[in-house]
């Protein structure tokens, strides 16, 4: 059988084909799409455990502290900070939004990083107000108003300083954050003023540095050369008398495949090359211990353990042979096709291993030709009613989600021991509503109305 025909290793650790069919776990994912109906988020957490345990395994190599910080940007929100709380990693939050849901879950603020390249003086306060880990200062502005609110609060959290090392990431352009016309980050130059600025402070201290070109990086030798520069910085400021750093972060940005042909990271064998390199370098620059390294993956963690279900309405073939189906999922729960021209797999879960008829574009309901989720996927044949099941689903799909043409956003579920937990019911009519504010009688009358 061709390997390609059900990639196993882009489906959650739980998948299974049992009787011909798709299973998660001991559930069927047709009858899971016929119960909660379309479209519909599932997720895996022994597939979220097992990326975890392959950080854990490749972080040994590290000969000092280390921690594992999920980017929440990935996907978040409440009862997923709870088990993140509860698998006991850290976090990375860049707003108010990702902050409050910390908090809600019940976070320990020491555990949470802020991040984010223009941190308004509310979001600084809000995190200072709760006694949040570290702060990650990206630019001088950013530092200016530290230290206005130090002014009138002491209690400033510990910084971190995000270096920009002009590295060029082998990724989309969108996803590019290390290079020097990117929006991220201090110059060595910038970071050795702020780093001495910090350090004249009464009430500033440094204690990290901390970097990340970009994601969906299969290539490492970049990420390798950023720890290099986080290192030689390090070195640097010690030599300026400074106090040695606690904290060492090159950030996150493995990438996944989502498509068989993509390339495929052993992600235990990838992090230990990260935490040796890392370590061999710290060992040749500086005969001080090693800071705690801080690894803040996002969709490495949590883009294989999702699955999204939908189910196909019209069809059309075309006269090159080409089948258009459309389905009830579209860029407004998956816009990353649209984006950045990301390619996907499919199958058909009551059918996962019949062989392909033919090539089909999967599209949406949306006003917009460019909603589609695959350009191209061979499927078997297929008719209205069916379920269509989309792996690597996990990462950047709800995180970016939109309401576009007032779409209703599909509702999430957990399975973990066999058992599913509801982390997002559907979005219903009355929840798309709630923020507007209807005119009544009298405002109708106070607003102008122009005849057509």
């Not at 069919?21 to 599932?42: C, K, R």
């Not at 975890?52 to 929100?77: D, Q, S, T």
């Not at 620059?285 to 390294?293: A, F, G, N, Y």
Request: proline fraction near 8%; hydrophobic fraction near 40%; glycine fraction near 8%.
């Amino acid at each position: 059988m061709d390997p390609t025909a059900f990639p196993s290793h882009l489906w959650p650790v739980s998948a299974r084909i049992q009787r011909g069919q798709l299973y998660l776990g001991s559930h069927n994912l047709v009858e899971l799409a016929n119960q909660w109906g379309t479209p519909l988020y599932i997720y895996d957490a022994a597939t979220f455990d097992d990326a975890i345990g392959a950080y854990r395994r490749g972080l040994r190599a590290w000969p000092g502290e280390k921690r594992v910080a999920y980017a929440a940007k990935a996907w978040f929100n409440l009862p997923f900070a709870q088990v993140l709380r509860n698998r006991g990693l850290d976090l990375d939050l860049v707003s108010e939004g990702e902050l409050g849901i910390a908090r809600a879950a019940g976070y320990p603020p020491g555990r949470v990083h802020l991040h984010g390249n223009n941190k308004i003086a509310t979001l600084l306060k809000m995190a200072i107000d709760w006694g949040i880990g570290s702060v990650a200062v990206d630019n001088l502005h950013e530092l200016s108003l530290l230290e206005e609110l130090a002014r009138t609060d002491c209690q400033v959290p510990d910084l971190w300083l995000r270096l920009n090392p002009h590295l060029l990431a082998p990724t989309h352009p969108y996803r590019q954050t290390g290079h020097a016309g990117s929006k991220f980050g201090l110059n060595r130059e910038e970071a050795m003023g702020a780093a001495l600025r910090i350090h004249h402070h009464p009430h500033l201290h440094l204690t990290g540095l901390h970097t990340h070109i970009g994601s969906q990086i299969f290539d490492l030798e970049a990420m390798l050369q950023a720890i290099d520069e986080l290192i030689k910085l390090a070195t640097a400021l010690r030599a300026e008398g400074l106090k040695p750093i606690q904290f060492l972060c090159p950030g996150g940005g493995l990438g996944v495949p989502y498509h068989p042909h993509d390339p495929h990271l052993d992600l235990a064998q990838a992090v230990d090359r990260i935490a040796s390199h890392g370590a061999d370098v710290w060992a040749k620059h500086t005969k001080e211990p090693p800071p705690t390294l801080v690894l803040e993956p996002g969709r490495s963690l949590v883009a294989r353990a999702g699955i999204a279900l939908y189910r196909i309405g019209a069809i059309r073939h075309l006269q090159d042979g080409t089948r258009i189906a459309a389905t009830d999922g579209s860029m407004a729960d998956n816009p990353r096709p649209a984006l950045y021209g990301a390619r996907y797999s499919a199958c058909l879960p009551r059918h996962p291993l019949s062989p392909p008829s033919g090539p089909v574009r999967i599209v949406g309901p949306l006003c917009e030709s460019g909603d589609f989720l695959i350009e191209s996927v061979d499927l078997p044949e297929f008719e209205a009613g069916d379920i269509i099941a989309i792996p690597v689903a996990g990462a950047y799909q709800l995180s970016m989600a939109s309401n576009f043409n007032a779409t209703l956003l599909p509702p999430v579920y957990w399975l973990e021991d066999n058992k599913w937990h509801c982390f997002q019911r559907r979005q219903t009519l009355s929840d798309l509503i709630q923020r507007d504010v209807a005119l009544t009688e009298r405002r109708r009358s106070s607003i102008k109305c122009l005849a057509v």
